[in-house]
C-alpha cells in the first residue's frame, strides 16, 4: 500500500494535520480541549454551529476528520470506547434482522452480540472468515451485515477482505472490518471494499494507554448520517479531554507502529526457535497459513503477538515471570504489555465456544511496545527461563 492516497498527501502529514486548523481566536497550533457542555447562542434558533456538545464538539470534530482522512474515508464518528461505536454500527440494523461473524473475535464484541444484542431481536452466526465459502454458506435471504476482524484477537487470523466484498455485495448486506490491530497505517479496510471500518482508538490509534474511545468510518453518506443520529441519540460520545488525547497520539502514529512492527516481527522470528514454546502466531512469520494473504492485504504485519505454550500453568509462569512486558488488558500502547486472554480480554467468551477456535489455556498474547528490543528480548528471554 502507497503511503500517498486521497487527496495525495502522504500518510504521516494527515497524522498531524489532517482534520486540524489553527484556533481562529489564538492562532493555537494545537486543537483546543473545548470543556463546554453547551453554547450561547445569538437568537432563538440562531447558532453557529454549536448547540449542545454531545451533538457538536470541535475537539471530537478534529478527531474525527483526522481518523477518517488517515483510513481514506469521507466520513469519521467517535464513540466513547470501541464497543460503544460496535454497538452503533449494530444499531444500524433492526430486530429481526441477521448478521455473519467471524468466529474469532474480542471478547467484548462477542459479549456486546450475545449477551446484549440477541436479547434485541438481532440473530449471529459465527464462522471461520478464514474459509471464505464458510462466509458465503452462512448468509441468508435476512442477513443485513457481515462483521471481521482481520487480524483477529488474539489468534491472528487473516480474513481476505477484497473475497468478503464479493460475499456482501452478493448477499446484499454492508461489511464491516474491526481494523483495531493493524490500524490504517498498515491496513485500509475502505480501500479494499468495507462499507464502515471501526477502531477501539484506545489501542494504536492512541498509543498511551491514557484514554478510551472507538471509531467508525465510512465513505457511505447516508451510513453516515444515521451513524450521526445515533451518536447524538444514544449519546455514547468521548470526551474532549479523550479526543485531545486522541489526536496527540495520532501525531506518532507512523512512527509508533513502524517501531512496533519492526521489533515483532524480530521477536516473533526469535520465539519460533525456543523449546518451550510450542507455537507462534503472527502474520509476518513465513510459515503463518495466510503470510501471503497478509503481504498482499496489509502493509506490515502490525505489533501483536500470540504464542502458546505446553500447558496453562507454564503459560501463567511465563507472564508472572515477565518484568517489561507488563501484565495487563489492552494493547497497542508504547509499553509492551502482555496477557492471558482466556482469563482476561476473552473471559466473555463460553469455554466451548473458545477451545474450538483454539482460544486454549496455553495461549499468551503480547502488544509489542517501542522500547528497546534488546531489552524486550532479554525479558522474554529471563521469563521463558521460569517456563
Not at 169 to 180: K, S
Not at 283 to 307: K, T, Y
Amino acid at each position: 500500500m502507497d503511503s500517498h492516497h486521497g487527496d495525495g498527501r502522504g500518510f504521516a502529514t494527515k497524522a498531524i494535520h489532517a482534520g486540524q486548523h489553527p484556533d481562529p481566536v489564538t492562532g493555537a497550533v494545537m486543537t483546543p480541549i473545548y470543556q463546554t457542555s453547551t453554547y450561547v447562542q445569538d437568537g432563538v434558533g440562531r447558532h453557529r454551529g454549536y448547540e449542545y456538545a454531545r451533538t457538536h464538539h470541535l475537539t471530537r470534530a478534529a478527531l474525527e476528520g483526522c481518523v477518517a482522512a488517515l483510513e481514506n474515508g469521507s466520513h469519521g464518528i467517535a464513540f466513547a470506547s470501541g464497543t460503544a461505536a460496535i454497538h452503533a454500527v449494530m444499531t444500524l440494523l433492526s430486530g429481526g434482522d441477521h448478521l455473519v461473524a467471524g468466529e474469532n473475535l474480542y471478547g467484548g464484541t462477542h459479549r456486546l452480540f450475545q449477551n446484549v444484542l440477541e436479547r434485541f431481536g438481532l440473530s449471529f452466526e459465527y464462522v471461520d472468515t478464514r474459509d471464505a465459502s464458510a462466509a458465503e454458506a452462512a448468509m441468508t435471504g435476512n442477513t443485513k451485515m457481515l462483521f471481521v476482524e482481520t487480524p483477529s484477537n488474539p489468534l491472528m487470523r487473516i480474513t481476505d477482505l477484497a473475497a468478503m466484498r464479493e460475499i456482501a455485495e452478493r448477499a446484499h448486506c454492508m461489511l464491516v472490518v474491526d481494523n483495531t490491530f493493524m490500524s490504517p497505517f498498515f491496513q485500509r479496510p475502505l480501500e479494499l471494499g468495507a462499507d464502515i471500518v471501526v477502531h477501539s482508538t484506545t489501542k494504536f490509534l492512541n498509543g498511551h494507554s491514557d484514554m478510551v474511545g472507538g471509531i467508525a468510518v465510512t465513505n457511505d453518506d447516508e451510513i453516515a448520517e444515521q451513524l450521526r443520529f445515533l451518536q447524538n441519540a444514544v449519546g455514547a460520545v468521548p470526551g474532549p479531554l479523550d479526543c485531545f488525547l486522541a489526536l496527540r497520539g495520532l501525531k506518532t502514529l507512523p512512527l509508533r507502529m513502524e517501531r512496533s512492527e519492526a521489533t515483532a516481527v524480530e521477536l516473533a522470528g526469535w520465539l519460533t526457535e525456543q523449546d518451550a514454546v510450542t507455537a507462534v502466531h503472527f502474520p509476518g512469520l513465513p510459515d503463518h497459513p495466510e503470510h501471503e494473504l497478509a503481504r498482499r492485504q496489509m502493509s506490515g504485519f502490525g505489533g501483536v503477538i500470540s504464542l502458546e505454550f505446553g500447558d496453562g500453568a507454564a503459560a501463567r509462569r511465563f507472564l508472572e515471570g515477565l518484568e517489561i512486558f507488563q501484565l495487563a488488558e489492552s494493547l497497542g500502547g508504547v509499553e509492551s504489555l502482555c496477557s492471558h486472554p482466556g482469563e482476561m480480554t476473552h473471559a466473555a467468551v463460553p469455554v466451548e465456544q473458545r477451545e474450538r477456535m483454539g482460544l486454549v489455556d496455553h495461549l499468551v498474547r503480547l502488544s509489542v511496545g517501542i522500547e528497546d528490543p534488546d531489552d524486550l528480548r532479554s525479558d522474554l528471554e529471563q521469563a521463558l527461563t521460569k517456563v
